[in-house]
């Protein structure tokens, strides 16, 4: 199993352009999640989904939009990217309540 | 007010002292409490969870709750190089549809030969 898999690793957008990172996941869950993580502030999370079809905002939601078309899918969608999106986002994966599974992550500038 | 703090560090210690990293909480719904670990450069991964309070054991690691004082504890015995990573607490609590997780900060822990 591949696990959570997200890509690009690497991106730098700059003001006003707009990009989908993209999220797979080869464990059949039901619960996937987004999280922006910003030096020393932990993981905050933008969006969620509790499975195809259904997604809801988390704690930071402006700026980003997600789709759940399949359960292995959940892209996120940031449009008019700003300096304030620079960030490492990182998607997971759950089945059980105390267990989530990260991919490795995207770094996003954006200048 | 944060509703989970953690102190950043860096906590710095040399190879073999026994770690403690800790975080405390605002909401007495919390039941899961979890510890991830991050190298850097990488996404988390989970290393104990606790279900209410007490203690877990796990080799060198040790998860502690006390609910009563809204504070939870990780205790890593004869720590080693590999250890250095940053340590995020994670909780949850009941009546959750999402399974969404509660993030401390973290702590970055660096442990030297």
């Known amino acids: 199993n591949a696990g959570v898999t997200q890509t690009p690793k690497f991106r730098i957008l700059k003001i006003g352009q707009s990009m989908t990172l993209q999220c797979t996941q080869d464990?059949?869950?039901?619960?996937m999640y987004w999280y922006r993580q910003d030096p020393g502030m932990g993981l905050k999370l933008i969006y969620y989904?509790?499975?195809?079809?259904?997604?809801d905002k988390g704690e930071v939601p402006n700026g980003y939009n997600v789709s759940r078309s399949t359960t292995e899918d959940f892209p996120l969608r940031l449009e008019l990217a700003a300096p304030s999106q620079t960030s490492v986002y990182f998607c997971a994966s759950s089945y059980r309540v105390y267990e989530q599974f990260f991919g490795p992550g995207t770094r996003l500038t954006v200048l | 007010q944060k509703e989970v703090e953690q102190d950043p560090g860096p906590l710095s210690v040399p190879e073999g002292a026994i770690v403690s990293l800790n975080c405390t909480y605002s909401?007495?719904?919390?039941?899961?409490f979890m510890w991830y670990r991050q190298y850097s450069r990488k996404g988390p991964e989970l290393l104990m969870y606790?279900?209410?309070?007490g203690n877990k054991e796990d080799g060198r690691f040790t998860a502690q709750v006390d609910k009563s004082s809204k504070y939870i504890s990780l205790f890593i015995r004869d720590s080693q190089p590999s250890d250095s990573a940053t340590y995020l607490c994670a909780m949850s609590g009941p009546n959750n549809a999402g399974n969404m997780l509660t993030f401390g900060g973290g702590t970055r822990l660096m442990v030297k030969p």
């Open positions: 606790t279900y209410s309070s």
């Open positions: 464990m059949n869950h039901n619960y």
């Open positions: 909401n007495s719904a919390f039941q899961y």
């Open positions: 989904s509790v499975g195809a079809g259904i997604t």
